[in-house]
Protein backbone atom coordinates (compact mmCIF):
# COMPACT_ATOMS: atom_id res chain seq x y z
CA UNK A 1 0.00 0.00 0.00
CA UNK A 2 0.91 3.96 -0.43
CA UNK A 3 2.36 6.34 2.08
CA UNK A 4 0.41 7.69 4.68
CA UNK A 5 0.74 11.21 5.98
CA UNK A 6 -0.89 12.59 9.23
CA UNK A 7 -0.06 16.43 10.45
CA UNK A 8 0.18 16.81 14.36
CA UNK A 9 -0.42 19.46 16.44
CA UNK A 10 3.10 20.74 16.18
CA UNK A 11 3.15 21.66 12.96
CA UNK A 12 4.63 18.02 12.53
CA UNK A 13 4.25 15.81 8.88
CA UNK A 14 4.42 12.31 9.76
CA UNK A 15 4.80 9.98 6.56
CA UNK A 16 4.25 6.19 7.36
CA UNK A 17 5.67 3.56 5.13
CA UNK A 18 4.75 -0.38 5.30
CA UNK A 19 8.60 -0.72 5.43
CA UNK A 20 11.25 -0.56 7.72
CA UNK A 21 12.21 2.92 7.12
CA UNK A 22 10.05 5.61 8.46
CA UNK A 23 11.05 9.12 8.34
CA UNK A 24 9.53 12.69 10.11
CA UNK A 25 9.73 15.85 7.94
CA UNK A 26 8.09 19.30 9.82
CA UNK A 27 7.28 22.21 8.09
CA UNK A 28 7.19 25.49 10.10
CA UNK A 29 5.61 28.84 8.88
CA UNK A 30 6.28 32.30 10.55
CA UNK A 31 4.17 35.47 9.79
CA UNK A 32 5.15 38.43 11.78
CA UNK A 33 3.20 41.72 11.85
CA UNK A 34 4.63 44.95 13.81
CA UNK A 35 2.12 46.55 16.30
CA UNK A 36 4.10 50.54 15.47
CA UNK A 37 6.46 51.78 13.18
CA UNK A 38 8.02 53.88 15.63
CA UNK A 39 6.08 56.68 13.63
CA UNK A 40 8.13 56.12 10.45
CA UNK A 41 5.67 56.52 8.47
CA UNK A 42 3.65 59.61 10.02
CA UNK A 43 7.17 61.66 9.42
CA UNK A 44 7.52 60.46 5.80
CA UNK A 45 4.10 62.13 5.66
CA UNK A 46 4.69 65.21 7.39
CA UNK A 47 7.93 65.58 5.24
CA UNK A 48 5.92 65.07 1.91
CA UNK A 49 4.29 67.69 2.92
CA UNK A 50 6.26 70.21 4.07
CA UNK A 51 7.73 69.59 0.33
CA UNK A 52 5.02 70.12 -1.42
CA UNK A 53 3.97 73.07 1.17
CA UNK A 54 7.66 74.65 -0.03
CA UNK A 55 7.15 73.67 -3.47
CA UNK A 56 3.93 75.59 -3.39
CA UNK A 57 5.73 78.58 -1.79
CA UNK A 58 8.21 78.68 -4.30
CA UNK A 59 5.19 78.93 -7.02
CA UNK A 60 3.97 81.69 -5.54
CA UNK A 61 6.97 83.33 -5.12
CA UNK A 62 7.61 82.57 -8.47
CA UNK A 63 4.68 84.31 -10.17
CA UNK A 64 4.56 87.51 -7.73
CA UNK A 65 8.13 88.04 -9.08
CA UNK A 66 6.83 87.26 -12.89
CA UNK A 67 4.23 89.93 -12.22
CA UNK A 68 5.88 92.47 -10.87
CA UNK A 69 8.99 91.94 -13.79
CA UNK A 70 5.86 91.98 -16.32
CA UNK A 71 4.07 94.97 -14.56
CA UNK A 72 7.94 97.51 -14.36
CA UNK A 73 8.31 96.48 -18.46
CA UNK A 74 4.83 97.38 -19.23
CA UNK A 75 5.17 100.52 -17.22
CA UNK A 76 8.53 101.60 -19.05
CA UNK A 77 7.10 100.27 -22.23
CA UNK A 78 4.28 103.37 -21.86
CA UNK A 79 6.67 105.69 -20.24
CA UNK A 80 9.10 105.33 -22.96
CA UNK A 81 6.38 105.56 -25.17
CA UNK A 82 5.40 109.05 -23.90
CA UNK A 83 8.90 110.05 -23.85
CA UNK A 84 8.66 109.03 -27.87
CA UNK A 85 5.58 111.34 -27.79
CA UNK A 86 7.56 114.36 -26.45
CA UNK A 87 10.76 113.86 -28.52
CA UNK A 88 8.79 113.81 -31.78
CA UNK A 89 6.90 117.07 -30.61
CA UNK A 90 10.23 118.67 -29.60
CA UNK A 91 11.80 117.30 -33.03
CA UNK A 92 8.64 118.67 -35.23
CA UNK A 93 8.99 122.27 -33.19
CA UNK A 94 12.38 122.13 -34.00
CA UNK A 95 11.66 121.17 -37.78
CA UNK A 96 9.46 124.38 -37.78
CA UNK A 97 12.30 126.63 -36.16
CA UNK A 98 14.68 125.26 -38.49
CA UNK A 99 12.35 126.03 -41.91
CA UNK A 100 11.93 129.66 -39.89
CA UNK A 101 15.24 130.33 -39.58
CA UNK A 102 16.33 129.53 -42.87
CA UNK A 103 13.65 131.77 -44.83
CA UNK A 104 14.61 134.24 -42.39
CA UNK A 105 18.52 134.27 -44.03
CA UNK A 106 17.42 134.00 -46.92
CA UNK A 107 14.96 136.45 -46.94
CA UNK A 108 18.05 138.91 -45.30
CA UNK A 109 15.69 139.65 -42.11
CA UNK A 110 18.05 136.66 -39.78
CA UNK A 111 21.62 136.22 -39.20
CA UNK A 112 23.99 132.85 -40.29
CA UNK A 113 24.48 132.30 -36.95
CA UNK A 114 20.62 132.33 -35.68
CA UNK A 115 20.09 129.83 -38.53
CA UNK A 116 23.54 127.61 -37.85
CA UNK A 117 21.56 127.25 -34.08
CA UNK A 118 18.62 126.04 -34.98
CA UNK A 119 20.28 123.60 -37.16
CA UNK A 120 22.08 122.55 -34.22
CA UNK A 121 18.68 122.04 -31.82
CA UNK A 122 17.45 120.20 -34.87
CA UNK A 123 20.16 117.72 -34.71
CA UNK A 124 19.85 117.60 -31.14
CA UNK A 125 16.35 117.01 -31.58
CA UNK A 126 16.89 114.19 -33.79
CA UNK A 127 18.83 112.28 -31.76
CA UNK A 128 16.54 112.82 -28.56
CA UNK A 129 13.65 111.09 -30.55
CA UNK A 130 15.99 108.87 -31.55
CA UNK A 131 17.55 107.70 -28.71
CA UNK A 132 13.97 108.15 -27.30
CA UNK A 133 12.75 105.16 -30.08
CA UNK A 134 15.46 102.75 -29.00
CA UNK A 135 14.50 103.00 -25.04
CA UNK A 136 10.90 102.45 -26.53
CA UNK A 137 11.49 99.35 -28.58
CA UNK A 138 13.92 97.77 -25.87
CA UNK A 139 10.72 98.10 -23.08
CA UNK A 140 8.41 96.68 -26.12
CA UNK A 141 11.08 93.81 -26.26
CA UNK A 142 11.27 93.67 -22.28
CA UNK A 143 7.10 93.39 -22.32
CA UNK A 144 6.95 91.06 -24.79
CA UNK A 145 9.69 88.74 -23.24
CA UNK A 146 7.78 89.31 -19.48
CA UNK A 147 4.83 87.63 -21.25
CA UNK A 148 6.66 84.76 -21.96
CA UNK A 149 6.47 85.39 -25.82
CA UNK A 150 10.00 85.80 -26.81
CA UNK A 151 12.43 83.73 -25.60
CA UNK A 152 15.95 86.21 -25.71
CA UNK A 153 18.35 83.34 -24.77
CA UNK A 154 17.72 81.71 -27.91
CA UNK A 155 17.62 84.89 -30.44
CA UNK A 156 20.76 85.83 -32.58
Do not use: C, F
Not at 15 to 20: G, H, K, L
Not at 95 to 123: F, H, K, M, P, V
Not at 131 to 148: D, P, Y
Amino acid sequence: TGPNLTRGNANTLTRTYETTQRWNSQIALTWSMPLSDGGAKRSRVVQNQASVDSALAQQDALQRSLRENLWQQWTAWRSADAEVRAAQAALDAAQANEGAQRGRYEAGAGTLSDWISAQSDLSSRARQAASAEQSRLRAAVGTVHALGRLNLETQP
